[in-house]
């Protein structure tokens, strides 16, 4: 069963918004957690307060605010992809005991002064695959099939997509010495077999086990909330409801 400290926050990838995680509220809830699956500015239901000013710092301060407004404690993070950026800058600022567990779904690993450009393989492609729409250069939705989601999830997710600022995956990342100090570090893997490595090329090398890291796989595809929505719940749970021997 969930800890009193049981609040869950969902913090969505690239181009999406809190809409991504909608399989698994329920199911979370269900069991007992406190789930806040929050938009950050610019996108999803959001995108109408995309500025140029709208960058990495900025999506910190979302859910730094969040965690405000609702009175959280002893957190549980989960980055996906992008997001785990965003979890990473959140704990750097709170840190334990008001985070107590960050999970990165699918997401870099980041070090002080890293940002999606520094910490992904393709970072230094991301300029070219920049446009300008209303004054804000953007990165512009790609193919959601990438994302492993299929069928009606599939035309579900290309058209929820939103162009996502670019001056979030330059900004770096801020993690001082000490940061993420008694905060419980789980990893989560999307594979598709097992042959396969992840697709977006990440290095992984940084989730140490011998230093406390739980590291798990999971059978889906990129978008695992989506793709494989059962055992992602079941994954959470199983992650939440036990701690690390090192912790």
């Keep these: 069963m969930p800890t009193p400290d049981n609040s869950l926050i969902l913090i969505h990838g690239?181009?999406?918004?809190g809409w991504c995680w909608r399989k698994i509220l329920g199911p979370l809830r269900g069991l007992g957690y406190d789930v806040h699956?929050?938009?950050?500015?610019?996108?999803?239901?959001?995108?109408?307060?995309?500025t140029p000013d709208v960058d990495l710092n900025t999506h910190i301060t979302d859910v730094l605010a969040m965690i405000e407004a609702e009175e959280l404690t002893g957190v549980t993070l989960v980055g996906?992809?992008?997001?785990?950026?965003?979890?990473a800058g959140v704990t750097a600022r709170l840190r334990h005991p008001a985070v107590r567990r960050l999970i990165y779904l699918d997401s870099p690993v980041p070090v002080d002064g890293d940002s999606i450009t520094t910490v992904t393989p393709f970072g230094d492609r991301l300029s070219h695959m920049c446009e300008v729409i209303?004054?804000?250069?953007?990165?512009?939705?790609?193919?959601?099939?990438?994302?492993g989601v299929h069928g009606d999830?599939?035309?579900?997710?290309?058209?929820?997509?939103?162009?996502?600022?670019?001056a979030t995956v330059t900004t770096p990342l801020h993690?001082?010495?000490?940061?993420?100090?008694?905060?419980?570090?789980?990893?989560?893997?999307?594979?598709?077999g097992?042959?396969?490595?992840?697709?977006?090329g990440l290095d992984l090398s940084r989730v140490d086990e011998l230093a406390g890291w739980r590291y798990?796989?999971?059978?889906?595809?990129?978008?695992?909330?989506?793709?494989?929505?059962?055992?992602?719940?079941?994954l959470l749970n199983e992650v939440c409801a036990t701690e690390s021997a090192i912790a």
């Design 14 to 17: 690239a181009q999406h918004g």
């Design 37 to 50: 699956a929050i938009t950050l500015t610019g996108l999803g239901e959001r995108a109408h307060l995309l």
């Design 80 to 87: 996906h992809s992008y997001g785990g950026m965003v979890a």
């Design 134 to 147: 209303d004054g804000v250069t953007v990165l512009t939705p790609g193919d959601a099939a990438a994302m």
């Design 153 to 166: 999830d599939l035309a579900w997710v290309q058209r929820r997509l939103t162009p996502h600022p670019y």
């Design 175 to 192: 993690l001082p010495d000490g940061w993420n100090d008694g905060v419980e570090q789980i990893y989560i893997r999307c594979v598709t």
């Design 194 to 200: 097992p042959d396969d490595q992840t697709r977006l």
């Design 216 to 234: 798990f796989e999971l059978h889906s595809g990129h978008d695992a909330m989506i793709d494989a929505f059962d055992g992602l719940v079941t």
